[in-house]
Structures are given as structure tokens and as C-alpha cells.
């Protein structure tokens, strides 16, 4: 007999009206250093009150190499969601495991490993 995979209400509620082939494209992205809109992510179905824990205001010394805008003007700040965050909350929000990408150094890396879990977590819980 095949596993039982467990859901929580919280984690159904997270997925309730999210585009599945939206989720795996960003997560298939693998971009731990973007910084988007939180319309981004309602975008793909998440709820608004869940992406603003993830708002914030993320200014150039915040970064490595500085920040841009859409048109590639370097700007002070921008407001917005950094990716790998989101990614990683999710990945441990909706029970996906969170240690292959905790182990990677890099942004990408880490991206990249996050996104795979969540993937193999809508798996689970669709099936």
C-alpha cells in the first residue's frame, strides 16, 4: 500500500487557486536573485494577504551588484518580492523539504534545488 500523503488546511488554502503549469515555470526559473512584483506572484494564483509577508523594500546596498529597473536604469531601492525568499517559505509552507536547497551555496543553487521540491510536492499532492 502506497503512502499516505498528509495536507494541511494551511497548505491547501496556500494552493487553493494557484496555476500548477504557472508554479512549475517559476519554479523551474531557478532565480534566487530577481526581485518582482507581488502582481507576480497573485498573477499565478497566490493570495495577496499570503505574498504580503514577502513585500519589502530591498535597497542597492542590499545587493551585489546593484539594482535595475525594468529598463535597466540603476535605482536607491525597489519594493518588491525577492524571489529565493518566497521560494524557500513556500517550499517549507506547503511541507515540500527545504534541506536540498539549505545545503547549496548560491542563490541559483538554492533556487533551483527549492523549486524541484516543490514540484515534487505538487506531485504528492496531486496524485
Known amino acids: 500500500m ?6 494541511t488546511d494551511a497548505q491547501r488554502k496556500i494552493l ?15 532565480d534566487g536573485w530577481g526581485i518582482r512584483y507581488a502582481s507576480s506572484y497573485t498573477a499565478i494564483g497566490f493570495h495577496v494577504d499570503y505574498i504580503a509577508n514577502f513585500v519589502s523594500v530591498v535597497t542597492d546596498e542590499d545587493s551585489k551588484g546593484g539594482l535595475f529597473d525594468n529598463d535597466g ?3 536607491k531601492s525597489l519594493k518588491g518580492v525577492w524571489n529565493l525568499t518566497f521560494i ?26 527549492y523549486g524541484t521540491s516543490i514540484i515534487k510536492r505538487l506531485e504528492e499532492i496531486d496524485a
Do not use: Q, W, Y
Open 88 to 113: 524557500r517559505s513556500l517550499c517549507a509552507d506547503i511541507g515540500a523539504d527545504t534541506k536540498p536547497g539549505d545545503s547549496k551555496m548560491g542563490r541559483g543553487f538554492s533556487a533551483r534545488e
Open 2 to 7: 502506497a503512502d499516505v500523503i498528509e495536507i
Open 73 to 75: 536604469k540603476p535605482v
Open 16 to 30: 487553493k487557486d494557484v496555476d500548477r503549469t504557472k508554479l512549475i515555470e517559476l519554479c523551474n526559473e531557478g
